[in-house]
């Protein structure tokens, strides 16, 4: 099939890596819908997909991995940049000359006997200043399919390209044999280049993911003054239409896909609040004309976990799934072919097919101690599904940016919510995100995991580096810079029980944070930060859950646990040597001699 573009380097490329990995064929993907129907129509013929109820599920298709090949493989995942330094501490790191000499031989004919598929794609809306391309070569099926939910697929992505650009992202993925033994996922970010091989699991093989808008993103962005951050992306519309715009990061397990797509409680819906989701995972961010900040969401669609996901969880991302979705290791109802995971609802299917495609009694199953999904099931949904996708999801200049919030998991030191002071103190408090364990994760419950910006597994450079790229950012934006805020909906009371209600009621949060924006409400000034006067957060409707004195607990400052927080912050950026910036030094030693006046 000929090539869709005629850029020499996109073609040379393309024609390098056939000759590499050998393919009996080559198709080219174009994104027509014809295309995508026959690629759809053959998965399903070969049984690497499974049609789902149509009836129920328009569109939607079932695919199950290996039981070797379910989540992202952290010890596997490499930055081949040339000097080791520049990868940092929180990155594997391979040189470029040795990680090439070791995969090349394993991509050797690795496609023999197979057809390889030409993924043009755009991260963000074609047009737009702030997208960037990417070629991805896979002898996946299933890899085709995902990337056209995730991504602007197709021939439109070479016109944003040209014919001559050769800032385009390299990316090569083989199944091969699906080998733990053998996977690799790995990033040369002075190449633009990004190899994986033997996984078949979306994180791993969707290369324009994590691998791509976060990894290869995060390079580019210090290289060419903009920033690709794990964010979500949030308006809040009032009563009299005004939008604020919100990005916000946090550590896995804290709430960030329920908070992108957000009900308001009724004493905000019933005023006229919405809430409308421009993004629930990346978000890229470069200043404006005017000088502001302004962020896109680089992708089209939401790869989602779906345990936990349901009608009160988040019935938003629920509805998102209804139509032309991807399930990836879900459990199957086999009576009328629908889907079904834990914290679904309570009603697990009796004729049923576990995640690994054994058909058992549901009920039974579970009741001896087994999962029906696997935890990081996972469904690929149309961001267009969403009902509370915002009217600006595809504006090509982005959204402007008035709040930045960074949150984790802690059970008492840290407060509802509080603003830091300026700029670079937003920065040191995004640099001391961290999460504690809870017992689903490991046997040791409450230790710290620290997780900057929760951006430790996915930035693709020096972690030192990375903070100094947000100062200089935060100096180019002087006073048209966001604010920057930290909230922990976790506070817990001695007897181990959440105190916030969570969920939706995070709204009042929110709302306490773009009335800061607005410099229309005072705050208390402590060590920390700006905290709410206590009758600022609204709790109409929720009185009787939060009393004023939980209020108060949700809102202390315990300077104690904050002192024994800057020995284990000064233990944290050790490792970070002469790359630290001296600006978060200083903030830490300004927050240990606030702490201790």
Not at 439 to 462: I, S
Not at 553 to 581: C, H, M, N, S
């Amino acid at each position: 099939m000929a090539s869709l573009t005629k850029n020499p380097n996109v073609n040379s490329w393309v024609d390098e890596m056939i000759a590499l990995t050998k393919p009996d064929n080559v198709v080219w993907i174009d994104g027509s819908d014809e295309q995508l129907e026959s690629l759809r129509a053959e998965a399903v013929s070969t049984g690497e997909m499974i049609k789902l109820n149509q009836e129920k599920l328009p569109g939607c298709l079932y695919h199950r991995t290996l039981p070797n090949d379910v989540a992202r493989v952290e010890d596997r995942t490499f930055i081949c940049s040339k000097n080791e330094a520049d990868a940092g501490p929180t990155n594997n790191w391979c040189a470029p000359a040795d990680m090439y000499a070791k995969l090349t031989p394993m991509y050797d004919g690795v496609m023999k006997g197979r057809t390889m598929y030409v993924i043009p794609y755009s991260m963000g809306p074609i047009g737009s200043p702030l997208a960037k391309v990417g070629v991805e070569v896979t002898d996946s099926i299933y890899v085709v399919l995902n990337m056209d939910i995730m991504t602007r697929m197709g021939k439109a992505a070479f016109d944003n390209l040209g014919d001559k650009s050769n800032d385009f992202v390299r990316g090569l993925h083989s199944k091969a044999d699906v080998d733990p033994e053998n996977r690799y996922i790995v990033h040369f970010p002075e190449d633009n280049a990004i190899w994986s091989i033997n996984s078949a699991y979306g994180g791993n093989v969707l290369l324009g993911k994590k691998c791509f808008a976060l990894r290869i993103a995060s390079f580019q962005g210090k290289n060419e003054g903009w920033m690709a951050e794990h964010m979500l992306i949030l308006g809040v519309e009032k009563p009299n239409g005004e939008v604020t715009y919100i990005t916000a990061a946090f550590p896995s397990a804290c709430g960030k896909t329920n908070l992108a797509m957000l009900i308001p409680p009724e004493c905000y819906t019933k005023e006229g609040y919405k809430v409308w989701t421009v993004g629930d995972d990346i978000a890229w961010l470069k200043q404006g004309d005017d000088g502001r900040l302004y962020a896109i969401n680089p992708e089209n669609g939401f790869f989602g976990v779906a345990p936990g996901t349901n009608a009160k969880s988040n019935f938003n991302a629920l509805d998102s799934t209804m139509k032309n979705t991807i399930f990836t290791n879900v459990a199957v109802n086999n009576d009328d072919m629908t889907v079904w995971w834990e914290g679904l609802d309570k009603n697990p299917p009796v004729n049923a097919t576990e995640w690994k495609g054994a058909k058992v009694n549901g009920p039974e199953f579970i009741a001896e101690g087994n999962k029906l999904a696997h935890p990081n099931s996972r469904f690929t949904a149309p961001a267009i599904n969403c009902p509370c996708i915002s009217p600006e999801f595809n504006n090509p200049q982005g959204v402007p940016i008035s709040a930045i919030i960074f949150g984790g998991r802690r059970a008492k030191t840290t407060p509802l919510v509080y603003q830091s002071f300026d700029w670079n103190h937003g920065t040191f408090v995004g640099s001391i995100v961290s999460s504690e364990t809870t017992a689903a994760a490991t046997g040791a419950v409450g230790v710290l995991r620290h997780d900057p910006m929760a951006m430790k597994p996915f930035c693709g450079y020096h972690m030192g580096d990375y903070w100094a790229h947000w100062v200089e950012i935060g100096e180019k934006l002087g006073d048209k810079a966001p604010k920057i805020f930290n909230v922990n909906w976790f506070k817990l009371d001695d007897e181990g029980h959440f105190i916030w209600p969570g969920f939706g009621d995070n709204m009042r949060v929110l709302d306490w944070i773009i009335k800061r924006c607005d410099d229309s409400i005072d705050a208390v000034e402590t060590e920390i930060g700006y905290l709410p006067n206590a009758g600022d957060i609204n709790i109409e409707g929720i009185e009787d859950e939060v009393t004023p004195k939980i209020l108060e607990e949700l809102l202390a400052v315990d300077k104690d646990l904050w002192k024994a927080e800057v020995t284990d912050i000064r233990e944290f950026y050790k490792q970070f040597g002469d790359r630290l910036p001296s600006e978060m030094a200083e903030q830490l030693n300004n927050l240990e001699s606030r702490l201790n006046k």
